[in-house]
């Protein structure tokens, strides 16, 4: 992502978010939810899939 992004809705609209939740596949680690705190946004991805990999 090239550009800053200030609101949370902003960024779960582009393409390449939406793209990524919607990704189902034991080899790609689930993106859960999309997290905007002090004007920074945090992927929070699935733990159990962090888990395996390991």
Do not use: A, G, W
Not at 22 to 35: G, R
């Amino acid at each position: 992502m090239k550009r800053k992004f200030y609101k949370r809705d902003e960024c779960i609209n582009l393409q390449e978010v939406k793209s990524l939740c919607k990704l189902s596949h034991p080899n790609i680690i689930k993106l859960i939810e999309i997290v905007r705190e002090n004007n920074e946004l945090f992927f929070l991805f699935d733990n159990e899939t962090f888990l395996d990999i390991c």
